[in-house]
């Protein structure tokens, strides 16, 4: 039997694509996890995915308790930080300077028999550093998921330094990782021209289990064209306040009206500011606005057959990653056959581009988006018409294709 060990710098409920890998090993491959814990909350929902996948797991912990481990790994980093200014071209210090979660996983890893390791996959960045260092230990091959595109990530401190730290962690890393996978197009583009191309990298994109969709259902001529947000959390500085501002330009729509609905943890504060104030202009100006609360997923993919367009409100000023990743979003509208409309990061603005039936991109402004809201207006018969067809094509993107790509991957590294 082979055996498999995930390494992870949190929670598996927060790194929901290692949980769709670990679904996918081969029939016959024993898995284990070391994982990071950052929050109670979270570690209460890896309670319902472990027992679902009957993985062996460690917990490692970020917080205080227990305090010795916490107490090392703070002196660690803060050693690291200013060792670094004199030995910027070490691979240690880099590793423990950038990422407090490294170190709890390194001071864990090295002191654990793993000699029966056949295969190693890192995800997310604090797993980069002790999963090569385990590799080089116990020689066995390292694979590493490129999620995000780290260095472009937003950092609230040291910025500059801690920048330069990621990008030089995964230029001595990567390139001798035995593969790696990459979660969008153009995330695997910076990565490999950052790290000078590597010989065994593949693209694997967030879809999901192609059962979990239904057809559009059909839509009667008098139904509201009906647009759909959904995240875990309903608030500011998710682009709603663009979408929001947008709609209270709309004059009224006559017959073509619309109905918008929000789907996640709604924010008090923003439902008290741009919502219920607003509600009255909406309703003059033939706008329905609906909030459901978050959904488990099987249950919000299956909804969203009802829907005509999926919103995909990415914006630049988050930080330079986002330009890169494809959401969970875009993928699931895609999946389920919604027309998508879309802000234009470069990542979705590729990824509209390669079928423009698949929906629209507008800029980043409240005018873009009303001036982009209009065209869906007027083209809502079409948009509906082609429905079935974009589900078609949404197949293509579902887990079940995308993890052909790893599986292979794993076939050849556990043949070594």
């Given at each position: 039997?082979?055996?498999?060990?995930?390494i992870?710098?949190g929670?598996?409920?927060?790194?929901?694509?290692?949980?769709?890998?670990?679904?996918?090993?081969?029939?016959?491959?024993?898995?284990?996890?070391v994982m990071?814990n950052?929050?109670?909350?979270?570690?209460?929902k890896?309670?319902?995915?472990?027992n679902?996948?009957?993985v062996?797991?460690?917990?490692?912990?970020?917080?205080?308790?227990?305090l010795v481990?916490?107490?090392k790994?703070?002196?660690?980093?803060?050693?690291?930080?200013?060792?670094?200014?004199?030995?910027?071209?070490s691979?240690?210090?880099?590793?423990?300077?950038?990422?407090?979660s490294?170190?709890?996983?390194?001071?864990?890893?090295?002191?654990?028999e793993?000699?029966h390791?056949?295969?190693?996959?890192g995800?997310?960045?604090g797993?980069?550093?002790p999963?090569?260092m385990?590799?080089?230990?116990?020689?066995?091959?390292?694979?590493?998921d490129?999620?995000?595109?780290?260095?472009?990530e937003?950092?609230?401190s040291?910025a500059?330094?801690?920048?330069?730290?990621r990008e030089?962690?995964?230029?001595f890393?990567?390139p001798?990782?035995n593969?790696?996978?990459?979660?969008?197009?153009?995330?695997?583009?910076?990565?490999l021209?950052?790290?000078?191309?590597?010989?065994?990298?593949?693209?694997?994109?967030?879809?999901?289990?192609?059962?979990?969709?239904?057809?559009?259902?059909?839509?009667g001529?008098?139904?509201?064209?009906?647009?759909?947000?959904?995240s875990q959390?309903?608030?500011?500085g998710?682009?709603?306040?663009?979408?929001?501002?947008?709609?209270?330009?709309l004059k009224?729509?006559g017959?073509?009206?619309?109905?918008?609905?929000?789907i996640?943890?709604?924010?008090?504060?923003f439902?008290?500011?741009k919502i219920k104030?607003?509600?009255?202009?909406?309703?003059?100006?033939?706008v329905?606005?609906?909030?459901?609360?978050?959904?488990?997923?099987?249950?919000?993919?299956n909804?969203?057959?009802?829907?005509?367009v999926?919103?995909a409100?990415?914006f630049n000023?988050a930080?330079?990653?986002?330009e890169l990743?494809?959401?969970?979003?875009?993928?699931?509208?895609?999946?389920?056959?919604l027309?998508?409309?879309a802000?234009?990061?470069?990542a979705?603005?590729?990824?509209?581009?390669?079928?423009?039936?698949?929906?629209?991109?507008?800029?980043q402004?409240?005018?873009g988006?009303?001036?982009?809201l209009?065209?869906?207006i007027?083209?809502?018969?079409?948009?509906?018409?082609?429905?079935v067809?974009?589900?078609?094509?949404?197949?293509?993107?579902?887990?079940?294709?995308e993890?052909?790509?790893?599986?292979?991957?794993?076939?050849?590294?556990?043949?070594?």
């Amino acid at each position: 039997m082979k055996n498999v060990l995930f390494i992870l710098s949190g929670n598996l409920s927060t790194t929901p694509r290692a949980v769709k890998a670990i679904q996918t090993l081969p029939a016959g491959v024993n898995c284990e996890v070391v994982m990071v814990n950052r929050s109670k909350l979270w570690k209460d929902k890896d309670v319902d995915i472990i027992n679902d996948l009957n993985v062996k797991v460690n917990y490692l912990e970020l917080g205080r308790s227990p305090l010795v481990p916490w107490i090392k790994a703070t002196f660690y980093q803060k050693l690291a930080t200013i060792l670094y200014k004199f030995k910027k071209d070490s691979v240690w210090i880099n590793g423990f300077a950038s990422n407090k979660s490294a170190i709890i996983l390194h001071q864990f890893l090295k002191k654990q028999e793993y000699s029966h390791i056949d295969l190693i996959m890192g995800h997310s960045g604090g797993s980069m550093f002790p999963g090569y260092m385990l590799s080089q230990i116990i020689k066995a091959p390292f694979l590493f998921d490129v999620e995000d595109y780290h260095p472009g990530e937003s950092i609230s401190s040291d910025a500059i330094n801690e920048k330069q730290r990621r990008e030089d962690l995964m230029k001595f890393i990567l390139p001798k990782a035995n593969a790696i996978t990459y979660a969008s197009p153009l995330i695997g583009e910076y990565t490999l021209k950052l790290i000078g191309g590597h010989h065994c990298h593949e693209l694997v994109l967030n879809g999901f289990k192609e059962k979990e969709f239904i057809a559009p259902k059909e839509k009667g001529e008098n139904d509201r064209l009906k647009l759909v947000w959904f995240s875990q959390k309903v608030g500011y500085g998710r682009g709603l306040e663009n979408l929001f501002e947008a709609l209270l330009g709309l004059k009224s729509l006559g017959a073509n009206s619309i109905k918008l609905v929000l789907i996640g943890e709604m924010d008090d504060v923003f439902f008290d500011e741009k919502i219920k104030p607003n509600l009255n202009i909406f309703k003059e100006n033939n706008v329905e606005i609906e909030c459901f609360p978050a959904l488990p997923q099987p249950q919000l993919h299956n909804l969203l057959s009802t829907f005509d367009v999926g919103l995909a409100l990415e914006f630049n000023e988050a930080d330079f990653n986002r330009e890169l990743c494809l959401t969970n979003k875009i993928i699931t509208y895609a999946q389920a056959g919604l027309y998508i409309f879309a802000t234009n990061t470069k990542a979705q603005v590729q990824f509209i581009e390669k079928d423009k039936n698949l929906g629209i991109i507008c800029n980043q402004t409240t005018f873009g988006v009303q001036k982009s809201l209009k065209k869906l207006i007027n083209n809502e018969m079409e948009i509906r018409s082609l429905a079935v067809e974009r589900f078609r094509l949404g197949k293509k993107f579902s887990w079940e294709q995308e993890s052909k790509k790893l599986e292979n991957m794993w076939n050849q590294l556990l043949k070594k």
